[in-house]
């Protein structure tokens, strides 16, 4: 009787053992998706991948995608947001812009195709080494001080060696901002709408202001000491929001509206002047300023630090984080901005770690 019921125990435990395996075997939950092998580092070879331009993709393993573009003249930027990877999908998080984007994808080696869920061909990716490209890609920008500022809107800024310059469009006046404490030290009536001021790089008593930005693609000339109007320009581009004194009689010109930049030459108020040449730049630009044989052009976030000859390139790009950049000017040592901040309610005046 021992015996019988000792046989029994052990059947009924090898039943048990046998159905448990046979459970796990093919419970498909129980097993890991493989997706580890799409983590990496990716240089985009055709097509595009969630933002234009871009060039490498890092697939990270916490969950995150870090996308780095660059367009033909050097112009960088990037895109982050949470990832959920699935057998055959990479879904990109909207980040707080609207809802996610699927992305199907198949994996043939070192070659990643993602099937884009808009009307475009697929973006064709190959594995590349990790590195640390990413984090050398957008340098970033630190504030050194900063102050708020009267004119609260959308206007480039420039210096005129004491004051920086921004238009107030409440009073109709430039504002000269002491740049030690932010007070308002003098202001400069005028009949323009200038959301451009540039001061003339010239050592003559009679440098110009120049105020830009109307409707009507034109800039005024006003010689600084006096507020006199020098001259007109000839038609450019409207709505400009940057405007570069290279040397006396020459400036870098841009229209927001045409998304055009313009090298200007002139003579003063005998002869207005003449369009030496016209880039296209397939983006709505803001400030700038011209230092060292270099133009800094802003654009979102970024400062652009470009060469001009032979070609429009950009060699460096830097960030300031949570900010909108609207204007810069340079006061001998460090770059500053006109910018709106995305935390606190207003524009800001920022001193900034940038020097030439």
Not at 6 to 15: G, S
Not at 107 to 118: A, D, F, G, S
Not at 306 to 321: F, N, Q, S
Request: with cysteine.
């Amino acid at each position: 009787m021992k015996t019988n019921t000792t046989f029994l125990r052990a059947l009924f435990l090898f039943i048990i053992i046998t159905v448990v395996t046979s459970c796990n075997k093919n419970d498909d939950s129980s097993e890991p998706i493989p997706t580890n092998s799409v983590f990496g580092k990716w240089e985009v070879t055709s097509g595009q991948m969630a933002m234009n331009d871009s060039k490498y993709v890092y697939i990270n393993e916490d969950n995150t995608i870090l996308i780095l573009s660059e367009d033909d003249r050097g112009f960088r930027d990037s895109y982050t947001t949470n990832i959920t990877i699935t057998e055959n999908q990479i879904i990109l998080s909207g980040g707080g812009q609207g809802g996610s984007s699927i992305n199907n994808f198949t994996l043939e080696e070192n070659k990643l195709t993602i099937i884009v869920p808009y009307d475009a061909p697929p973006a064709i990716l190959e594995r590349r080494t990790m590195d640390n490209e990413a984090s050398n890609w957008i340098k970033p920008l630190s504030i050194l001080s900063k102050g708020n500022v009267p004119w609260g809107r959308d206007v480039d800024i420039t210096f005129d060696g004491e004051f920086i310059l921004g238009y107030h469009s409440d009073d109709r006046n430039i504002l000269q901002i002491n740049p030690d404490d932010f007070s308002i030290a003098g202001t400069i009536p005028t009949t323009n709408y200038p959301n451009a001021l540039e001061i003339e790089k010239s050592d003559s008593p009679h440098r110009q202001l120049f105020q830009g930005g109307s409707g009507n693609g034109t800039f005024d000339s006003y010689l600084y000491s006096s507020n006199s109007e020098y001259y007109t320009s000839e038609p450019l581009g409207a709505h400009m929001r940057g405007i570069a004194s290279i040397e006396p009689g020459q400036l870098w010109v841009n229209s927001h509206n045409a998304e055009k930049l313009y090298k200007y030459k002139s003579n003063g108020a005998l002869s207005p002047g003449e369009i030496l040449q016209t880039i296209d730049l397939g983006f709505q630009p803001k400030g700038m300023d011209y230092r060292d044989g270099y133009l800094y052009m802003v654009k979102y976030d970024k400062v652009y630090k470009c060469t001009t000859t032979p070609d429009l390139r950009a060699v460096e790009t830097y960030a300031l984080k949570q900010h909108d950049i609207e204007g810069i000017t340079f006061d001998g040592t460090n770059f500053w901005l006109n910018a709106e901040s995305r935390e606190n309610d207003g524009y800001e005046l920022l001193k900034i770690d940038l020097t030439l």
